[in-house]
Structures are given as C-alpha cells and as structure tokens.
C-alpha cells in the first residue's frame, strides 16, 4: 500500500546522497531533512511533464484495461478504484521509472505498471473494510464499501488479484518481454500480495502479537514499493545485483512513507517527545537507506535524468510538500 493519499508528488528537486546530521529533538515530518542539490543530469530534465505525461498514459491504459462489462455492477465497483481521481500511481511510475534506468522500453513496462495499481487498489479495497481497518474514506471520497456495499467490496478486489496477472500474459509485447521474464513478474507479485508480503502485514495489524512495529510496516508498506521497483527491473533487464539494490530502495521508500504518516498522526494525538524522536530517527534511516541504493546507479552509470524520477520519490515520502493536484 504505497503512497495511498490524495495527491500527485512533484518536487522541482532531487535526492542525492548526503552526510547524516543529527535531527532537532522536535520536528514536523516536513522537517526531516530535504537533498535541495539537484541529482545527476536533472538541471535540464523537466520532472512536472514526465510525470505529468506518464500519469496520463498510464490513466488511459488503465480505463481501456478495465472496461465495463456483464454483470456491470462488480466493474463499476472494479473502476471506482482504480480510476479514482486523485491516485498517485505510485506502483506504476515506479515500474517504469525503474524500467526505464536500464534503457527498457516504456512500452514494454505499461502492463505491468497497470497490473500493479490494479493490485495496489485490490489491497486498498480489501484495507478499508469494516472488518479490516474499517476506513469509510479513501482518498477524501467514500471508500469502495461504503458506496457499494462490503460484499461487492470484496468482490471488486478479488476480481482485481487475478485481471493484473492476466493483464500481464495478455498485453506484455513477447517481442520486448521473454516469457522467462514475465514468469518472474508474476512470482514477484504473487509473493508481495501473499502470506509473506501484504497478507503478512494485515494479519499482525488485526491480531497483534509480538511482533516488531517495523514487520507490519516492511510488509504491509514497504512490499509493494519493493514489489514496483522490481518489476520495472526485470523489465528493463537488470542484473541480480541491481535487482537487489531495488528491492533495498523501493522497501525503505515504501516503509518511510507510512513512518511519516504515523508521525503526523501521533503529532495529532499529542503522544509523547520519545516516541516522535525514535520514529523520525527512523524516517531519516529509511530515507538515507533508499538514497543510498540510488547512489550505486550513481557510481555505476553516472548519474543521467533516468535517476531523477526515483529520487523524488525519496523526497515525497519524507516532505509532502510538493504536490500537484490533478
């Protein structure tokens, strides 16, 4: 459940890897800290139309991916979620972000990028049940349940599972895509959305138990990320290193977003200074973490406008403050 607000991130600057410092004892989340030096290659790169045109690429394939069909009522339901204004596209961005740094075609990457924000909305329905998280709002509209009810709620997610896998063998071009390649994206979904990845987390965020905050957070927040990063990895046929250092960054990328929820929200209820400090100490780990990850396609291809996009990921999941609405 990657970056589920109801803005799109844009920042006119990029992440690059910096000295630690020593955080103030009391900060907003906006005041962790921000890389305002541009990244590699970014002074002549034009962020807002990157995003801007692949958010409305991937908007376009996603309402073609998901037209209404008999019986209407479970696609309606379907649609209202997936094509929600104001959705990020987080997962999908960072697919083809990821895709694209190893010189992979955009085009190649598109069905999966979409198959991913089906499954990112999937998870989204099923997390705002009554008997889950029992959230009656996403995205500042009423969450899929409350419109049309928990059973078709459920429904609309569990026919989403299976249309992203399907999506992914029927649309991906074999002539950019060897069917070896498209196996691995599908194992790498199934085991994020699975037992060991986002079903893990939901479970020890209903029953408890003793298990460490930073476990519900790697995966029930953190896989997702992961699982986007990878795909587009695969996509754009990097080494099992590379792969390894996208794992690592999607999962802080992921995790240090909802850290600075949870930040903003214990500010809200007027917990205590400790509890603040450690989570911001952990925000600013996760944040140096992902950079840190980017920083070894720094050293190896030095640098370049492919970069860009992922560090302002880094820098949205930490501030916020830069955003553009749709």
Request: one cysteine or more; proline letters at 7%; a negative charge.
């Amino acid at each position: 459940m990657l970056f589920s607000g109801s803005a799109i991130p844009l920042s006119s600057f990029c992440s690059l890897p910096e000295k630690p410092h020593t955080l103030p004892m009391k900060l907003s989340p906006a005041a962790i800290r921000s890389s305002s030096s541009s990244a590699p290659g970014s002074l002549n790169f034009d962020l807002r139309t990157y995003w801007t045109t692949l958010i409305t690429e991937i908007n376009q394939k996603l309402d073609e991916a998901i037209p209404v069909k008999h019986p209407a009522g479970i696609y309606e339901a379907m649609r209202y979620s997936v094509l929600a204004q104001g959705a990020k596209r987080a997962p999908p961005v960072m697919c083809v972000a990821a895709c694209e740094l190893f010189g992979g075609d955009r085009l190649a990457a598109f069905p999966t990028a979409c198959a991913l924000e089906m499954v990112h909305a999937a998870s989204l329905i099923h997390d705002d049940l009554p008997c889950m998280d029992d959230d009656p709002v996403r995205r500042g509209k009423p969450s899929n349940h409350t419109v049309y009810g928990s059973g078709m709620a459920i429904l609309a997610g569990d026919a989403l599972f299976p249309l992203a896998f399907q999506h992914i063998v029927s649309h991906t071009p074999p002539d950019l895509v060897p069917r070896a390649t498209i196996l691995r994206l599908i194992t790498e979904i199934a085991r994020t959305v699975g037992s060991t990845g986002m079903a893990a987390g939901q479970y020890v965020d209903l029953e408890g138990g003793p298990f460490p905050l930073s476990f519900v957070q790697e995966k029930k927040f953190g896989a997702m990320g992961e699982c986007s990063a990878v795909c587009g990895g695969l996509l754009g046929g990097a080494t099992e290193d590379e792969l390894q250092s996208l794992r690592r960054y999607g999962r802080a990328v992921g995790m240090l977003y909802q850290v600075v929820d949870d930040i903003t929200e214990d500010k809200k209820k007027s917990y205590d200074g400790g509890a603040e400090k450690g989570m911001m100490e952990m925000a600013e780990e996760l944040k140096d973490k992902a950079k840190k990850e980017l920083q070894v396609f720094d050293n190896k291809y030095g640098g370049g406008d492919t970069l860009v996009p992922l560090y302002t990921f880094v820098d949205y999941a930490a501030h916020r403050h830069f955003l553009l609405p749709l």
